[in-house]
């Protein structure tokens, strides 16, 4: 998705085409999540004030940076393996490794909002952590970070909930719902680092 | 923001630049949630067993395309107004009217957060509408756009705290006031409409 226009791309997510879809939005909203985690540090990093807190914003940054690339790639990753699970359904009915190929599918497609909601659990972790030493000014950036990641959990969460309905292996639903729960924590979590983020405001 | 590609968008985002920061942010994610709308909408229309639907389906998507195509626009209305505001207060201490051109800034950037938070306040409205008669297969779309749009909500919420702050109105200062308690009831109803989508998906 990188070198798409922005305009463009929001223009095929509104289709009808399969994708991009729930999972490239949340993809997209763990980048920006991580972007704006990015621009605070920036912006606390060098400034005398704050000298005690660098390394940690420093560490938070370049952490987030790398995790912005990855979840743009997510993104990509979320449109094959939906292609894929729409291609299994589609082999003819008598075939007979048809059910086995497509539960290979979607535990596929299973994979990448797990791993989507795995970078915005990170993100909001370094956003929770580098509230405190921040920059004031900025800090309701950090507060926009972790709504922006709080979204992309609700999304996860969702695309989790309807590729686990059709998995027939018994172990990998408990470990779905394992997934599940734990973001169900993360988004309490986000509510708690958005009151601290707007708490540090002093408003 | 259309024309830009995602990748160096975010880049910018990241950066110490002033904008975009999180008023952007906000605004494409209010971007996204209408275009999850229209997404649900066009794979709802036209099929036989939701007909009974298709003028809501058609009305939510026709004003969220206009509401997406809104949002992107607000992402350069908040770069402007927070280039004004910096201008404002770099303008020399002993000039008569310095106190109260900061304070029109202050006003024009205040301005942009609430047009955001009403256009994601409208998205949430017709996503709680559509869900109900929308096509199962794609209802979780429709909670991910919940989520988006409460994303948009919260970041909203914390540019009006920041530029609240600073203002001297007192009726402005109430006004603000009651946009914020108004996000506030928006965030509840946006994790009520999430709940009613998973629910809708029979999960």
């Given at each position: 998705m990188?070198?798409?226009?922005?305009?463009s791309w929001l223009e095929e997510l509104s289709s009808s085409a399969p994708a991009p879809g729930g999972g490239a939005?949340?993809?997209?909203?763990?980048?920006?999540?991580?972007?704006?985690?990015?621009m605070v540090c920036n912006l606390?990093?060098?400034?005398?004030?704050?000298?005690?807190?660098?390394?940690?914003?420093?560490?938070?940054?370049d952490r987030c940076a790398v995790l912005r690339v990855q979840?743009?790639?997510?993104?990509?990753?979320d449109a094959d393996a939906f292609t894929a699970v729409i291609a299994?359904?589609?082999?003819?009915?008598?075939q007979d490794?048809?059910?086995?190929?497509?539960?290979?599918a979607l535990v596929g497609a299973a994979e990448v909002p797990r791993r989507t909601a795995a970078a915005a659990s990170e993100v909001l972790d370094l956003a929770e952590r580098?509230?405190?030493?921040a920059n004031p000014n900025v800090v309701s950036d950090a507060a926009a970070a972790a709504g922006a990641a709080r979204g992309a959990l609700q999304a996860a969460l969702v695309n989790i909930d309807a590729n686990r309905a059709?998995?027939?292996?018994?172990?990998?639903?408990a470990e779905l719902d394992d997934v599940a729960e734990s973001i169900e924590r993360d988004l309490a979590r986000a509510d708690a680092a958005f009151a601290a983020a707007r708490a540090r405001m002093g408003l």
């Open positions: 990188n070198e798409q226009p922005i305009g939005a949340a993809a997209l909203e763990v980048a920006m999540a991580a972007a704006l985690v990015e606390t990093i060098g400034k005398p004030a704050f000298a005690e807190h660098e390394a940690l914003m420093t560490e938070a940054r979840a743009t790639g997510l993104a990509a990753e299994a359904y589609r082999l003819p009915k008598e490794d048809r059910d086995g190929r497509i539960q290979d580098i509230v405190p030493g059709s998995i027939t292996d018994e172990s990998l639903r």
